[in-house]
């Protein structure tokens, strides 16, 4: 499984990027987007079953980011509205067999990181 994602930049606070993830979904998997910025831990932002689209965020970006699957194109995105400073981090897409989990190394497959930077 290569997941590639793409989309990431230089935005200003309250901003909107979209994150798209290419290579994604599979029956029966689950995707999910996670972020690490510098010094601290990789952790979960969002993910989607592939199946029947049902979706699950962090308290941090609940009502600001939105995960979607398009799956003819097999592609999953992050959007992510009213960006905030302490968005600043690398996002990885991830994927894994079974239900969606926080817990990070749960799952196996990762994309590259996209290097998202929101400026205050």
């Known amino acids: 499984v290569q997941l590639q994602a793409s989309g990431g930049g230089l935005v200003q606070a309250g901003g909107s990027l979209r994150l798209s993830c290419a290579n994604a979904?599979?029956?029966?998997?689950?995707m999910g987007w996670f972020r690490q910025a510098p010094g601290k831990q990789r952790e979960f932002v969002a993910g989607?079953?592939?199946?029947?689209?049902?979706?699950v965020y962090a308290d941090s970006v609940k009502d600001r980011f939105i995960i979607s699957r398009d799956k003819a194109k097999r592609m999953v995105y992050l959007q992510m509205n009213n960006l905030k400073a302490e968005d600043t981090a690398a996002y990885y897409c991830?994927?894994?067999?079974?239900?969606?989990?926080?817990?990070?190394?749960?799952?196996?497959?990762w994309g590259q990181g996209t290097l998202v930077t929101v400026s205050s």
């Open positions: 989607i079953t592939w199946n029947w689209g049902t979706t």
């Open positions: 979904g599979r029956t029966n998997y689950v």
């Open positions: 991830a994927t894994r067999s079974g239900d969606i989990t926080p817990r990070t190394s749960e799952w196996g497959y």
